[in-house]
């Protein structure tokens, strides 16, 4: 199982370009998650989902959308993007309620 | 509304020494889970242990333990005889078990330096 992958790895964009975070499971979690962590702060949830074509807003969903088609993907999307996104990206999927297992990360810088 | 606290945000030990990593949890659900994750400097987050509110067992497994205590709402992780293996950022999270989906509340974590 390669468990949750996430592409690309590293994204420089520039003030208002847009781009798609690619993430995807193999383990037919019927969750996933994104977070974004900023330097030395915890996780923030910024999307959920629950299952395909069920998605919800966590704490910080602004200037992001996602969308959930398939069990194993959950691309998230960011329109017109902005310094104050500049984060790393960590996309998660669990079975429930149980343990949440991450993928790598995406580290973006907006300039 | 749950709480997760690790008042501890950065720990420097020697390597060999014991460290104990504090989480403190307020929650109003009488039946949760907590869980511990450890995210090294490479950046990815990794799974250590769940611990489901019914069971009130220490846990051990090889050099890492784990001391959850209800009556403090406290679920403590230590590691005995720490290694420069073991530098890391350690999270604490609680998620309430009472059906349907229900938010992951993690601590800000415990940046863990142990020292050579």
């Known amino acids: 199982n390669a468990g949750v992958t996430q592409t690309p790895k590293f994204r420089i964009l520039k003030i208002g370009q847009s781009m798609t975070l690619q993430c995807a499971q193999d383990?037919?979690?019927?969750?996933m998650y994104w977070y974004r962590q900023d330097p030395g702060m915890g996780l923030k949830l910024i999307y959920y989902?629950?299952?395909?074509?069920?998605?919800d807003k966590g704490e910080v969903p602004n200037g992001y959308n996602v969308s959930r088609s398939t069990t194993e993907d959950f691309p998230l999307r960011l329109e017109l993007a902005a310094p104050s996104q500049t984060s790393v990206y960590f996309c998660a999927s669990s079975y429930g309620y149980y343990e949440q297992f991450f993928g790598p990360g995406t580290r973006l810088t907006v300039l | 509304a749950q709480k997760v606290t690790q008042a501890q945000t950065e720990i420097s030990v020697v390597e060999k020494e014991d460290v104990t990593l504090d989480c403190v949890y307020e929650t109003r659900d009488t039946t949760y889970y907590l869980f511990w994750y450890k995210q090294p400097p490479s950046g990815e987050l990794v799974f250590l242990i769940r611990?489901?509110?019914?069971?009130?067992q220490n846990e051990i497994s090889g050099r890492y333990s784990w001391n959850f205590q209800k009556s403090t709402s406290s679920f403590n992780f230590t590691i005995t005889a720490s290694q420069v293996v073991d530098s890391a950022v350690y999270f604490c999270a609680l998620t309430p078990n009472s059906g349907g989906y229900q938010k992951v509340t993690f601590g800000i974590g415990t940046k863990l330096q142990v020292i050579p």
């Open positions: 611990r489901n509110s019914f069971d009130e």
């Open positions: 989902s629950v299952g395909a074509g069920i998605t």
């Open positions: 383990m037919n979690h019927n969750y």
